[in-house]
């Protein structure tokens, strides 16, 4: 018996995370084959992947495997939270309104603007000089 496998995909700023949902399982959570204590050693970034978890009282339910690409530390831990809150709602349509209630369904679509001609910056100027 395969148990099934729900995957989706997350993302925000440059990163990009896949994510494959095990139902039934012991609550592991694996990104780029690594534990997600040592992945994401600071608790904050723990707590944000977790956060749809959390939300739907499923911590200890699913197993969690996660490939992630690009971006920063900030940004791969948002685009997983993305991902996982994806994958749930194809696993169970029913916990849609909770998760959209916290805001976990929304893409964050903020991106780096790009460097314009003429400019230091995206948007700064060099500095004036009269004489």
Request: aromatic share 8%.
């Given at each position: 018996m395969s148990q099934e496998v729900v995957n989706a995909v997350?993302?925000?700023?440059?990163?990009?995370?896949?994510?494959?949902?095990t139902a039934g399982g012991s609550g592991n959570i694996t990104i780029n084959d690594r534990p997600l204590e040592n992945y994401f050693p600071?608790?904050?970034?723990?707590?944000?992947?977790?956060?749809?978890?959390?939300?739907?009282?499923?911590?200890e339910g699913v197993d969690i495997k996660i490939n992630l690409t690009g971006g920063g530390i900030k940004g791969q831990a948002e685009a997983a939270r993305l991902g996982i809150s994806r994958c749930?709602?194809?696993?169970?349509?029913?916990?849609?309104?909770?998760?959209?209630?916290?805001?976990?369904?929304?893409?964050?679509?903020?991106v780096v603007e790009r460097k314009k001609p003429g400019r230091p910056g995206a948007r700064k100027r060099f500095q004036f000089s009269k004489r």
């Open positions: 997350g993302r925000r700023k440059s990163a990009v995370a896949r994510v494959y949902l600071l608790e904050i970034f723990q707590y944000i992947v977790k956060q749809p978890l959390a939300v739907t009282n499923l911590t749930l709602i194809e696993m169970d349509a029913e916990l849609r309104p909770e998760l959209k209630k916290n805001g976990f369904l929304t893409r964050d679509a903020r």
